[in-house]
C-alpha cells in the first residue's frame, strides 16, 4: 500500500516562496500519475497540480499556473511542488495523492492514496 508523506509546509508573507515535498515510503507510486491538492477552511479539496507517470505530462489549476511548477523524481519516489508568488488565497492545506492510473487526473476520484497533509498559510 502506497503511503505518502508531505513536508515543507510553513507560514510565509505574500510574495514568497515555498517548496512543499512528497515522499512515497513504500516505494509503489513510480508508474503512477501524482497530484497535488489543497483545501481552505470551509472548502472543497481542489486540484492544484498533477504529473504524468513519467513527468512527460503535466497540469496545472489556472489559480495557480505560472507560479507553481510540479515535478518528480522517480529513483527517489518522490513528487515537489515549488510554489513562488504566492497570495493569501493559496493558504490551505496541501495534499499529495497517488493516482488510479499512470496518467494525469484533475478530479479527486482519480486518486486512490492520499497523504496527511501539511498547511500552507500565506499572510499579507
Known amino acids: 500500500q502506497v503511503q505518502l508523506r508531505e513536508s515543507g509546509g510553513g507560514q510565509v508573507e505574500a510574495g514568497a516562496s515555498l517548496r512543499l515535498s512528497c515522499a512515497d515510503s513504500k516505494r509503489t507510486s513510480s508508474n503512477n500519475g501524482m497530484g497535488w491538492f489543497r483545501q481552505a477552511p470551509g472548502k472543497e479539496r481542489e486540484f492544484v497540480a498533477g504529473?504524468?507517470?513519467?513527468?512527460?505530462?503535466?497540469r496545472y489549476a489556472d489559480s495557480v499556473k505560472g507560479r507553481f511548477t510540479i515535478s518528480r523524481d522517480r529513483s527517489k519516489n518522490t513528487v515537489s511542488l515549488q510554489m513562488d508568488s504566492l497570495k493569501p488565497e493559496d493558504t490551505a492545506v496541501y495534499f499529495c495523492?497517488?493516482?488510479?492510473?499512470?496518467?494525469?487526473?484533475?478530479?479527486?476520484?482519480?486518486?486512490?492514496?492520499w497523504g496527511q497533509g501539511t498547511q500552507v498559510t500565506v499572510s499579507l
Open positions: 495523492a497517488a493516482a488510479l492510473r499512470a496518467s494525469v487526473s484533475t478530479a479527486t476520484s482519480g486518486y486512490r492514496y
Open positions: 504529473i504524468s507517470w513519467n513527468g512527460g505530462d503535466t
